[in-house]
């Protein structure tokens, strides 16, 4: 059986009470890797216009409307946009929520923002040329696409830890790299989340993909654990050992 987008965005309903519980300020992939990296990439965003794509329970979206920025959130998943709601309503920061795809979204005007940020969204999503190409209509000549995903050269269809006798990790295997297509990808067991359909595609297939969509790669990173994690956090060292993101900043380049 296929995995389809509906497939998808009903595990992510499923998955949304988890999701806002657990992965909020305290996930410490947010506070130490992500959350640093999108707030100096995006710089001074005071009266800028900002589309977080994908926004689930609007974590980003409030991050970066309580630094001034007019956010609009557009999330598929209605019970992840609930909570998004509920949190609007206890600290209203003017943040505009729809919920639809990102790769169709005719209610928002071309060339409106100043960038947009797609936070762990397009490796859940089917149309990721439909996304791209609604996002380079969307951005201003300039403006910039902050892309953020789980590294597709190490989360592939087949992957994991393989372990010694002990338990202790030994290498990451990484299988299947040109079997593009979705599958069930598993949760680690103490996060609680059940499974989420996860759409693999190949790093040349992303960056060709963006370029055919008028964008331009300016910089490229995949962060690394910081040294607190040590003895704040010795269990994720293991895994720090590989990449679990990639970022790419886009420019849309003028004309386009
Ligand atoms: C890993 S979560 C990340 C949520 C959010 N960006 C954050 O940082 O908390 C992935 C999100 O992408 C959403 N998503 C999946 N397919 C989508 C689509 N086609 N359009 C919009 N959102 C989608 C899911 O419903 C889910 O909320």
Same mark, same amino acid.
């Given at each position: 059986?296929?995995l ?22 305290r996930?410490?992939?947010?506070r ?9 990439v995006l ?7 900002i ?33 998004a ?7 209203? #920061?003017?943040?505009?929520?729809? =919920?639809?795809?990102?790769?169709? #979204? ?21 149309d ?10 969307? #951005?201003?000549?300039?403006? /910039?696409?902050?892309? /953020? ?12 830890? $393989?372990?010694d ?11 299947h ?7 069930? =990808? ?6 609680g989340?059940?499974p989420t ?5 190949? #790093? ?6 963006? /370029?055919? =969509?008028?964008?331009? /790669?300016?910089?490229?990173?995949e962060?690394e ?10 269990g ?5 050992r ?6 790419? $900043?886009c420019?849309k380049?003028a004309?386009?």
């Amino acid at each position: 059986m296929t995995l389809s987008q509906t497939d998808g965005t009903r595990r992510w309903d499923d998955n949304a009470e988890c999701w806002h519980r657990s992965f909020g300020e305290r996930d410490p992939n947010r506070r130490d890797l992500l959350d640093p990296i999108i707030l100096e990439v995006l710089g001074d965003i005071k009266g800028k216009q900002i589309l977080d794509a994908g926004c689930g329970d609007g974590y980003l979206s409030r991050k970066l409307a309580r630094r001034g920025a007019s956010v609009t959130g557009v999330e598929i998943s209605s019970k992840m946009l609930a909570f998004a709601a509920e949190e609007e309503k206890r600290e209203p #920061l003017a943040i505009e929520y729809h =919920c639809a795809s990102c790769s169709s #979204l005719p209610f928002l005007s071309s060339s409106s923002f100043d960038a947009t940020v797609t936070n762990n969204v397009i490796q859940d999503m089917d149309d990721y040329h439909g996304a791209f190409t609604e996002f380079s209509r969307l #951005l201003k000549p300039g403006g /910039i696409y902050l892309h /953020i995903m789980n590294h597709p050269c190490f989360m592939t269809p087949v992957w994991g830890w $393989v372990k010694d006798d002990q338990g202790k990790k030994l290498y990451r295997k990484v299988d299947h790299y040109f079997q593009r297509g979705p599958f069930l =990808c598993p949760w680690g067991p103490s996060s609680g989340m059940q499974p989420t359909v996860y759409w693999h595609r190949t #790093l040349a297939d992303i960056v060709n993909r963006l /370029i055919s =969509c008028g964008f331009v /790669i300016k910089r490229i990173m995949e962060p690394e654990a910081p040294e607190c994690w040590k003895t704040e956090h010795p269990g994720r060292m293991d895994s720090a050992r590989i990449p679990d993101f990639l970022i790419l $900043v886009c420019e849309k380049m003028a004309g386009r």
